[in-house]
């Protein structure tokens, strides 16, 4: 026989037992982290039921985007000497920057040769390795929820040679609402024909495609380290930004000779796998001799650029595909970063890549090229202090990731929130 659902009895002083109802024991478990969930999964048949249901898993996965992590990639860390990927939460990080990074045998990756973490979605790491075997490269793709402690084979083998990865790829991870599945996107340099050729992966099928080229080239794409955060994952797109009208190399000084117009966003949706060119911000009307960049906060679209070499800039676009609803977000000048005797030379000329924006919008962590540390800035009283983390961390390539029960991504399922 089958045991009878499990109930959440509550006990009061002087009365009978009362029992939870379903609904509210869903809604409790909701807002409980993936390692205590796995436990409760052995309560009862019921409560495995409950907790491996896919209503389930979405509702969860909509509850955790509110405490997100950073995956902080270290080179070389403490924790065994090797390459590491260690998930911290945001408010953590901003409650007390002097932090000691844990040595959780539950989120150490276990793969040695995963070289870079190439993007996050819905609780799972795509990780980007290679072997070396003579003058060519195998790279290869693994993918890792470090909560649910679970990992792909390998896939998605192409060769290269010795110099190809850093000279002519990129990859970009999302998740396509349409038909709900993963894909990867590969780009590639096609610098004779100032374009970029464009690859995709589905993860349920394991096959590279070619779809239509980009008549643009995304930034930054020579000699970039491919963990970099250079790409954008947005309501079931992946969007970069891109010099559409000549490519050139560009030195430490150079972005000052670009002309602001050659700037755009290619903006691919991975359901329809056909792409848009946005316009950066009006406002962006002057270059500077530091790169400018695109990211995510609080849900939007944002562009970020130095102005004039005495403030950082970030717009916001209000609507995510309307370029008139581009709004100023915030502006921060460089002279308030002068309490961390950073050298004011040095904020004028290194590039600041926003990484989160807090929940009540009060706290920006920011990462500086300049920087070992990332930057918290408190926007409402314009004070900035580093973090104090004694592991080297690449703070340009920390990507916004959020736990979830998702267990499975080479299959289609309903989980998006």
């Known amino acids: 026989m089958s045991s009878p659902p499990a109930k959440l009895r509550v006990q009061p002083d002087d009365e009978s037992p009362a029992i939870l109802p379903d609904e509210l024991i869903t809604e409790v478990l909701s807002h409980a982290d993936v390692k205590s969930l796995m436990q409760?999964?052995?309560?009862?048949?019921?409560?495995?039921?409950m907790i491996s249901d896919p209503k389930f898993v979405k509702l969860h996965l909509k509850r955790a985007s509110r405490n997100p992590s950073l995956t902080l990639f270290l080179s070389k860390s403490r924790i065994d000497g090797d390459n590491n990927v260690v998930p911290f939460p945001v408010s953590c990080l901003i409650e007390n920057p002097m932090i000691t990074l844990p040595n959780d045998p539950y989120f150490?990756?276990?793969?040695?040769?995963?070289?870079?973490?190439?993007?996050?979605?819905?609780?799972?790491l795509c990780l980007l390795?290679?072997?070396?075997?003579?003058?060519?490269?195998?790279?290869?793709?693994?993918f890792w929820n470090p909560a649910m402690h679970k990992m792909t084979e390998k896939l998605g083998y192409i060769w290269d040679n010795i110099l190809g990865l850093y000279t002519h790829f990129k990859f970009a991870f999302g998740y396509d609402e349409l038909s709900e599945t993963y894909k990867v996107v590969l780009l590639i340099l096609d610098e004779a024909r100032n374009r970029t050729n464009v690859q995709i992966l589905s993860l349920g099928d394991d096959m590279w495609r070619s779809i239509q080229s980009f008549p643009a080239v995304p930034l930054p794409f020579r000699y970039s380290n491919p963990g970099v955060n250079d790409v954008v994952y947005l309501n079931g797109s992946l969007n970069w930004l891109a010099l559409r009208d000549s490519f050139r190399s560009i030195g430490v000084y150079g972005w000052k000779n670009v002309n602001v117009k050659e700037f755009v966003i290619i903006s691919l949706d991975l359901g329809t796998e056909t792409y848009r060119q946005l316009m950066p911000p009006?406002?962006?009307?002057?270059?500077?001799?530091?790169?400018?960049?695109?990211?995510?906060?609080?849900?939007?679209l944002c562009f970020s650029n130095d102005y004039k070499r005495t403030d950082f800039v970030i717009w916001k676009?209000?609507?995510?595909?309307?370029?008139?609803?581009?709004?100023?977000?915030?502006?921060?000048?460089?002279?308030?970063?002068?309490?961390?005797h950073l050298d004011f030379v040095d904020l004028q000329y290194s590039q600041w890549l926003p990484l989160h924006l807090s929940d009540h919008g009060d706290t920006l962590i920011l990462a500086n090229k300049q920087e070992r540390q990332a930057i918290l800035y408190n926007l409402r009283d314009n004070r900035a202090v580093r973090t104090r983390i004694t592991d080297d961390i690449?703070?340009?390539?920390?990507?916004?990731?959020?736990?979830?029960?998702v267990s499975d991504i080479l299959k289609p399922q309903v989980h998006q929130p």
Request: aromatic share 14%.
């Open 40 to 49: 409760m999964r052995c309560v009862s048949k019921t409560w495995d039921a």
């Open 108 to 124: 150490r990756l276990r793969d040695k040769e995963c070289r870079y973490v190439i993007g996050s979605c819905n609780g799972w």
């Open 129 to 142: 390795g290679y072997s070396s075997i003579g003058a060519y490269r195998q790279i290869w793709l693994r």
């Open 282 to 300: 009006c406002g962006f009307d002057e270059m500077s001799p530091v790169e400018p960049s695109i990211c995510v906060l609080k849900d939007c």
């Open 317 to 340: 676009m209000e609507v995510f595909g309307v370029e008139e609803s581009w709004t100023q977000l915030f502006r921060i000048s460089y002279q308030n970063l002068q309490s961390m």
């Open 394 to 405: 690449q703070w340009f390539s920390a990507k916004v990731h959020v736990e979830s029960l």
